[in-house]
C-alpha cells in the first residue's frame, strides 16, 4: 500500500518536473542574441524583428505575449513554444500554418 502511493507520487514529480522543463524552454533568448531579419517568413514576425533592429529577446516577448492571449481564449488547449519550434528555436513545418491560425490575432 505504502509502496504503491510512493510510486505515484513519484509518478507526479516527474510530470511536473517534466512541465517544468518545457516552460523553462530550451535555446530561445539571451538578451543580444540577434536574428537575421531577412531570413524571417512570417510577415508579422518580420515587422517585430525589423523594428527591433533583429534582437531576440524582443521577438520572444512578442510570441510569449501572443501564446498567453492564445491560451487564455482556448484554456482547453495545450500550445507552447514547442508546438511550432525545435529545441534550437528554429520552425517546425507547422509553424506558419499555426502561427496564421492561432497566433496571428493575439500577436502584436
Ligand atoms: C503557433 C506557432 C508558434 C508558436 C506556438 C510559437 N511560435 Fe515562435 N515563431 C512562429 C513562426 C511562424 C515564426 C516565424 C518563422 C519564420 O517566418 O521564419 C516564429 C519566430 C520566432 C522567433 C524569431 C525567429 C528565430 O529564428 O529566432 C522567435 C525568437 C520565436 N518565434 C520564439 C518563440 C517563443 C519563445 C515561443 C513560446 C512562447 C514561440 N515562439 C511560440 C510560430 C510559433
Do not use: W
Not at 4 to 24: M, N
Not at 40 to 64: E, N, S
Amino acid at each position: 500500500m505504502f509502496q504503491k502511493r510512493s510510486l505515484s507520487f513519484l509518478v507526479a514529480s516527474l510530470g511536473i518536473a517534466a512541465g517544468l522543463a518545457i516552460v523553462a524552454s530550451p535555446n530561445y533568448a539571451s538578451a543580444g542574441d540577434a536574428v537575421d531579419c531577412a531570413k524571417v517568413k512570417t510577415a508579422a514576425v518580420k515587422g517585430t524583428c525589423d523594428a527591433h533592429k533583429g534582437d531576440k529577446k524582443a521577438i520572444q516577448d512578442a510570441m510569449k505575449a501572443a501564446v498567453s492571449g492564445y491560451k487564455k481564449a482556448n484554456p482547453a488547449e495545450k500550445i507552447d513554444c514547442k508546438s511550432c519550434h525545435n529545441e534550437d528555436g528554429s520552425a517546425k513545418a507547422n509553424a506558419s500554418a499555426d502561427f496564421d491560425a492561432k497566433l496571428a490575432k493575439f500577436y502584436k
